[in-house]
C-alpha cells in the first residue's frame, strides 16, 4: 500500500469515528456540542458520505428528515430529537403556531438548500438494483411535495426563482449580500440603540456558540440578535409567507439556493424517471422555468451572478462564492462555465493557498476568520467540485480536491478553515467535514 494509499485510509478512518460519534439515534448530530439536532442540508451531506460505508445508516438519516416535513410540503432546516422536556430552541421555534408543522414532531418554522432529492439518488446508486428502486418509490411522494411547496409557497410571482425569509435559510448565515440587507434597514432599531449603548456585549453571555467557538469565528453579537429578532418575527407570523411579504422582513432569490434547487430538480426527474413516475405538470414548468431563470441572476456589467431583491429585482452586487455555484447547477452554457473557472483561479478574488474562500480577497468584506464571510467549508469546495466534473474541468476538480483533503490533514474535520493560512476555524469533529471527505475519497 503506498503512503496515499494510507492517508487516504487514515482519514476515512478517522471520519467515520466522528460520524459514529456524532450520531444520534436515528439521524447525525452535525456537532455534538454546538448543533445537538438534525439539520436538514447537514443531513444530506452527511447521508451521501454515510453511503460509502453504511447504506443502511445513509437511509435512516434522510428517512429522519422525512419525519420532520410539514403538511404542506416543507422541510424544515432543524428537526428536533425526541426529548422528555421541551427544550430551550423547541420553546424558541414553536412550530406548532403553524397548522402545517408536524403533530407528533417539534422542528423550527424555515428551510435551507435542497439537496434531498441528491442525497436519495446517491445512496440509491449504492444499492442493489431491486432495493434502488424501492428506495425511490418510498420517497417519491414526500420529494414532490417538497418541491412543490418550494415553488408554490417560495415562487409566488411563478418566475422561476424561490425567495428565502431569512439568511439562517441560505445556509449561509452572515453572507454578505444577506448582512448588506440587514445593515441597509432590517436591524430593527431597539438593537441598535442597544449596540450605541454596547448592551450587546451582555447579549454575548447567552449566546452558545461563543462558548465553543471564538466570538471572532462567529456573527457579531449585534448581528446575531438582530437574526434571533428576524426569527421571533417569522414566528409571530406563523410562519406563513404571504404574511410575512411586505412587512419589513428579508425576502431575498438567494443565488446558492436557486443553483441548489436546479440541480435537485434535475435529479428529482431521474428518480420519477427510474421508476415511472410522472413529475406533475405544474411542477415540470416550474423546473424548466427555473433553468431560464438563472439567467435573470446574471450581471452583464459585472459578468457575474448575483442574489436578487424579491420585491424590486434588484441585483444585490457582493461577490461571494455564490457567483461560482452556477457551476454546480449545471445548467449554464460551456463559455459561462469557462469564465466562472477563471474568476476561481484569480489570485485577487478566490484562489487562495486554501481555497475556496466563501469571499473573495479583494472584497471589503473578507475576513478570512469570519463563519461565511470568507473560511473556506468543504460542503462549497464539495459542490464545486461536482460542478467542475459535470462540466469536463477534470484537472480543476482533481487539484480541488487535493486541496481539500489537504484542509484536514492539515486542520482536522473541522468547521471551517482559514483560506490562507489553513488554520481550523469553528467547531472540531463536524460531521460534515467528515462525510464529504469520505465522499471525494472514495469517488
Ligand atoms: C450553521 C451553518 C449552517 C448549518 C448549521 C448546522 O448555522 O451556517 O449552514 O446547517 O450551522 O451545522
Request: proline letters at 5%; one cysteine or more; a negative charge.
Amino acid at each position: 500500500m503506498n503512503k496515499n494509499k494510507n492517508t487516504a485510509n487514515q482519514l476515512i478512518a478517522e471520519a467515520t469515528e466522528i460520524l459514529k460519534s456524532n450520531r444520534k439515534n436515528s439521524y447525525t448530530e452535525p456537532s455534538k456540542l454546538l448543533y445537538p439536532h438534525q439539520w436538514l442540508w447537514d443531513s444530506c451531506f452527511i447521508a451521501m458520505g454515510l453511503r460509502h460505508i453504511d447504506t443502511d445508516r445513509a437511509q435512516e438519516e434522510i428517512m429522519s428528515l422525512f419525519r420532520g416535513q410539514w403538511k404542506n410540503g416543507m422541510m424544515p432546516n432543524i428537526v428536533f430529537g425526541e426529548s422528555g422536556k421541551k427544550l430551550q430552541p423547541q420553546r424558541m421555534w414553536q412550530s406548532q403556531v403553524s397548522p402545517y408543522s408536524p403533530d407528533d414532531v417539534f422542528t423550527s418554522g424555515i428551510t435551507q438548500p435542497p439537496l434531498v432529492a441528491e442525497a436519495v439518488y446517491k445512496i440509491g446508486e449504492k444499492l442493489d438494483p431491486k432495493e434502488k428502486l424501492i428506495w425511490f418509490r418510498s420517497n417519491i411522494k414526500e420529494l414532490i411535495q417538497y418541491h412543490e411547496w418550494i415553488y408554490n409557497d417560495r415562487d409566488p410571482h411563478q418566475e422561476g426563482l424561490a425567495l428565502l425569509l431569512h439568511p439562517w435559510e441560505s445556509g449561509m448565515d452572515n453572507t454578505p449580500p444577506w448582512m448588506k440587507e440587514l445593515h441597509d434597514g432590517l436591524t430593527p432599531k431597539w438593537i441598535e440603540f442597544a449596540h450605541k449603548l454596547h448592551l450587546d456585549y451582555f447579549y454575548g453571555f447567552l449566546r452558545l456558540d461563543t462558548k465553543f467557538v471564538h466570538l471572532n469565528e462567529r456573527l457579531s453579537n449585534v448581528d446575531a440578535m438582530s437574526l434571533f429578532d428576524a426569527q421571533r418575527k417569522l414566528r409571530r407570523k406563523h410562519y406563513d409567507t404571504k404574511k410575512i411579504l411586505g412587512h419589513n422582513s428579508f425576502a431575498i432569490e438567494d443565488l446558492t439556493f436557486n443553483c441548489i434547487l436546479i440541480k435537485a430538480n434535475n435529479y428529482l426527474k431521474k428518480i420519477a424517471k427510474s421508476i415511472d413516475q410522472k413529475i406533475p405538470k405544474e411542477l415540470a414548468l416550474s423546473m424548466d422555468m427555473s433553468i431560464k431563470s438563472l439567467d435573470k441572476l446574471w450581471d452583464e456589467e459585472t459578468s457575474e451572478y448575483y442574489s436578487r431583491k424579491f420585491e424590486t429585482h434588484e441585483l444585490l452586487k457582493i461577490s461571494t462564492i455564490a457567483s461560482l455555484m452556477p457551476l454546480y447547477s449545471g445548467v449554464i452554457d460551456r463559455e459561462r462555465a469557462s469564465h466562472l473557472v477563471k474568476t476561481m483561479e484569480d489570485h485577487n478574488k478566490f484562489s487562495t493557498p486554501f481555497p475556496i474562500p466563501t469571499v473573495p480577497v479583494n472584497s471589503d468584506w473578507f475576513n478570512p476568520d469570519s463563519y461565511w464571510q470568507g473560511p473556506t467549508w468543504i460542503n462549497m469546495n464539495w459542490m464545486i467540485i461536482e460542478g467542475l466534473k459535470n462540466y469536463g474541468f477534470k484537472e480543476h476538480a482533481d487539484v480541488l480536491t487535493k486541496k481539500t483533503i489537504e484542509l484536514v490533514e492539515h486542520g482536522g474535520f473541522s468547521e471551517y478553515f482559514n483560506p490562507i493560512t489553513g488554520d481550523p476555524l469553528g467547531i472540531h469533529d463536524f460531521s460534515w467535514s467528515a462525510a464529504l471527505i469520505i465522499d471525494l475519497l472514495k469517488n
